[in-house]
């Protein structure tokens, strides 16, 4: 188990971590979510032995990992470039750390034809890195950073270059082989959907720091912040003032769950409305686009009161026509 | 926590040697000779003095040699920028059969030792020249001769940057109303700029420091700085007169590098830069096929022609033609050691020069690439002084340096640390730039995967270099063969290398010994032709920065 304690960086005036802590049980994927800059990589580097921490505590096992040069933490690391070696075939780049721990001729080749038969690359052995795709390079990488068997993997946007189709198979490659192995993973990413898509667990960073931590579930149900709901494309923000269940806002009432009164500000998931007869919101239908599996619709329900709605029922309304709504009352989250 | 001790124990002993080897060399074997000169020249006549600077002051012939010195290298600076850029257009916007070749071929000429191009000049422009005209001791050979050899720096420093230009923008201002002559002015040539810049410098010091070229073409007539340090120390043995001359020598070196580099903090345009490979295209139409025959025609013809009359002088007998001058190469003269001795020697100390400029430079250039710090920086800086610094004043610097702690004047070993100190910055500059192009993810990637840093180096560093290195050796081993302006100096009158040799023969009288000084000169520039090739061999693409 990995644990990080108030872990602090600082590049001149810049603060890129500030007082993290986290841990990672064994066996779990935990994925670390954030825009850039907010110290993914940063926190990555951290634990990796790459960039020493200004302050703040790292142990394995509670073992510290302080005093552990890189090159004996035993993590993998995958880079988000890859930085495969330029000079050293497929075969060569996934044994190098095999070497590295003074395996056996012999058994190294085995491990490697293991591996790569795992990120689906059997017989690549003796491919150069430069004639490959990005999307084997990744392949590659991975099966680089998984042939010494490390304690912990960590992945820093591996599939960030790739294009949106790979990207999605990957990720559910990646979750399979993560659980079907048993590794303990770091996953680093900006996408809310691949980290949705992988982990047991999602840390959120903002500005350095830890927004909010939970399954990925948790976070979605309850984002803690505006900033944290507007993060994770939730823009249905406003204010309501709340008596006993229900919310009165500028453009009509409507009830909540759970116990929160007075002044609040709420977050109306784009998942939570319907278009029903009997429904206490009215407004007028602005742009509506198709989806693929639902339509996205933006509904003027008063002077400056936008709300995006995700519908998925026919008949769709169109754009101009008015339209009476309710709302889903698990889908309000009460902010603050 | 002792296993973590004992590596960065290594490591940090590493760094010390990494630090204190070639600083230990470059303070023994450069700062400290060049320290004695500026002693020699203050305190030459016992007490301090400025009796030195003043005697250069008062001497019309010393100070006709100043203002030659500087107008020359203006002269030869412009004069080579003119000349070479239509072939730095051609080489860097079109592509065409042999290219490689021709692009290896233009360089041979910077290569080649002062002496040879000296020699080829002689026969070219001399009294029995096939043109017809004498030139000797005009200012014309000179400026000729620093042309000829100045011409691939600018084909090669501007024609690569103008090969990376996106046309994109030449095409953009095309299309919006500019001319071909508009648009080379206003957009093709302030984008060139760092490149003319660094182009121009350098020909300017090699041509500010020009020795035996001028030594050799010059005659009584006309002499450099360089040469009149050298005629004082050797005919007229006033040594604080010539120390006085390094140092001034030294300034006027110093603040052109000092005020270049200025130039390049103060302008550096981020460009998007283009791969070659994009921009070059085969010449479409009549105008362009005339355009890029016609230039390599001009540079095959003004380049081939002096060695090739060089070549042909070799060969001639009376009349006729034959190999009588190589074969009479092995023969003792009263007065000489066989001329052929000296192929052997300069081989032994090209290779010694080599080996000690590899080591010394790699440490240095480890040093800077890898450890960025302020005293790295500094060191980067001293790294590139011998570079400016004359080679006559290095040979100089030792002659009266030397002697202590240890006579070591006269040791052989001299000569090649001489050649290694002309030869190191090269070393440095090719590898610095290939040394910080692999990257930090590489290194990173293979210590995550266990790998302590002496094995990072070994296995993801070293395999990446390596071809950065061999060309640094070839470097070494050309510059080592022809160098002239410090051997000189301290070369032993039995160990002459073969630079040497060929300014002996020239000296002397009579037809022969000028075919045998052609000779040996056509050798020297076969050996350092094949050097050169090797070099390309190795050499990926544009690496390296020379």
């Known amino acids: 188990m990995l644990e990080a304690t108030n872990l602090t960086v600082r590049f001149g005036e810049k603060i890129a971590l500030d007082a993290v802590s986290l841990t990672v049980t064994d066996g779990e994927v935990l994925a670390v979510l954030g825009p850039s800059g907010s110290g993914k990589t940063t926190l990555l580097r951290v634990i990796a032995g790459l960039q020493a921490p200004g302050s703040g505590s790292l142990s394995w096992d509670g073992q510290p990992l302080d005093q552990v040069a890189a090159h004996e933490r035993g993590f993998g690391l995958m880079f988000q470039d890859y930085a495969l070696f330029p000079h050293r075939t497929v075969a060569g780049n996934v044994a190098f750390g095999l070497r590295m721990a003074g395996m056996a001729g012999d058994r190294i080749e085995e491990r490697v034809a293991v591996v790569l038969d795992w990120v689906g690359l059997p017989g690549y052995q003796d491919r150069s890195v430069g004639n490959l795709s990005g999307g084997e390079q990744q392949r590659v990488a991975l099966a680089r950073a998984l042939a010494p068997a490390p304690r912990m993997l960590m992945l820093d946007e591996p599939v960030g270059s790739l294009d949106r189709g790979m990207r999605e198979r990957l990720v559910g490659e990646l979750r399979q082989l993560f659980v079907e192995h048993g590794i303990t993973t770091l996953y680093v990413t900006h996408d809310q959907e691949e980290a949705f898509g992988l982990a047991d667990r999602i840390v959120i960073m903002k500005d350095g720091s830890v927004a909010q931590e939970g399954t990925p579930e948790q976070v979605w149900r309850q984002p803690v912040g505006e900033w944290v709901a507007r993060f994770l494309g939730f823009d249905n923000i406003i204010d309501a003032t709340i008596t006993e269940g229900v919310a009165q806002t500028s453009f009509g009432r409507f009830g909540i769950a759970g116990p929160a009164s007075g002044s609040h500000r709420l977050v109306i998931r784009p998942d939570g409305f319907t278009v029903a007869a009997g429904g206490t919101i009215q407004g007028t239908v602005v742009t509506r686009s198709f989806r693929g599996g639902h339509y996205q619709l933006a509904v003027e329900a008063g002077p400056g009161v936008l709300l995006e709605m995700e519908i998925d029922e026919h008949p769709v309304p169109a754009v101009g026509e008015v339209v009476t709504l309710s709302i889903d009352p698990e889908a309000v989250v009460v902010l603050d | ?546």
């Open chain 2, 1 to 546: 926590m002792t296993e973590q001790d004992s590596p960065n124990r290594r490591s940090r002993i590493a760094r010390i040697a990494l630090i204190a080897i070639p600083l230990s060399f470059l303070g023994y074997f450069f700062v400290y000779p060049v320290a004695s000169i500026l002693g020699i020249s203050l305190f030459g006549e016992g007490g301090f003095s400025f009796s030195a600077f003043s005697a250069i002051a008062s001497r019309p012939s010393l100070r006709a040699a100043i203002w030659f010195t500087v107008w020359q290298a203006v002269a030869s600076t412009l004069l080579t920028l003119v000349v070479a850029m239509p072939a730095a257009y051609v080489f860097a916007r079109f592509s065409f059969p042999g290219k490689s070749f021709f692009r290896a071929a233009i360089t041979v000429p910077f290569v080649l030792p002062t002496v040879v191009v000296g020699a080829a000049y002689l026969a070219l422009l001399g009294p029995n020249g096939p043109l017809g005209i004498d030139l000797r001791q005009t200012i014309w050979a000179i400026l000729i001769a620093h042309v000829f050899y100045n011409y691939a720096v600018v084909v090669r420093t501007v024609g690569g940057l103008w090969a990376h230009l996106d046309p994109r923008l030449e095409e953009a201002a095309r299309m919006l109303g500019a001319g071909r002559w508009r648009t080379f002015r206003e957009v093709s040539l302030p984008l060139l700029r760092p490149a003319i810049a660094a182009a121009s410098s350098i020909v300017f010091l090699f041509t500010f420091t020009s020795f035996g070229v001028v030594l050799i073409l010059g005659g009584f007539e006309y002499s450099t700085i360089e040469v009149e340090i050298w005629r004082q120390t050797t005919a007229f043995l006033d040594l604080p007169v010539a120390g006085a001359l390094a140092v001034l020598q030294l300034v006027g070196i110093s603040s052109i590098l000092v005020a270049y580099s200025r130039y390049q903090e103060r302008r550096s345009v981020e460009q998007q830069l283009r791969p070659a490979i994009e921009v070059a295209r085969r010449p479409r139409g009549r105008r362009e096929f005339a355009l890029v025959w016609g230039v390599l025609g001009f540079t095959g013809l003004f380049l081939g022609t002096p060695l090739a009359v060089l070549v042909g002088r070799s060969l001639r007998v009376g009349d006729g033609y034959g190999f009588d001058a190589y074969r009479s190469l092995g023969k003792a003269t009263a007065t000489l050691v066989p001329p052929a001795e000296a192929i052997g020697n300069s081989a032994l100390f090209a290779t010694a020069a080599m080996a000690i400029a590899l080591i010394v430079g790699t440490m240095a250039a480890t040093l800077i690439a890898y450890h960025r710090t302020a005293v790295s920086r500094w060191f980067d800086v001293l790294l590139m002084l011998p570079l400016g610094t004359s080679a006559v004043t290095i040979g100089f610097g030792f002659l009266v340096a030397l002697d202590t702690p240890i006579d070591l004047r006269t040791a052989p070993i001299l000569v090649p640390i001489a050649h290694a100190l002309v030869a190191i910055p090269f070393v440095v500059r090719t590898e610095v730039p290939v040394m910080r192009s692999v990257r930090t993810r590489l290194r990173e990637a293979g210590a995550v995967l266990g790998a302590p840093p002496g094995r990072v180096w070994r296995e993801i560093d070293l395999p990446l270099i390596f071809r950065a290195m061999l060309v640094g050796a070839g470097f070494a081993f050309a510059i080592s063969l022809g160098e002239f302006g410090a051997t000189s100096f301290i070369a032993r009158p039995d160990a002459p290398t073969l630079p040497v040799a060929i300014f002996r023969l020239l000296g002397r009288a009579g037809a022969a010994n000028f075919t045998q000084a052609m000779a040996l000169s056509t050798i020297l520039m076969g050996l350092t032709a094949i050097s050169i090739l090797a070099i390309e061999r190795f050499r990926i693409g544009d690496m390296g920065e020379f």
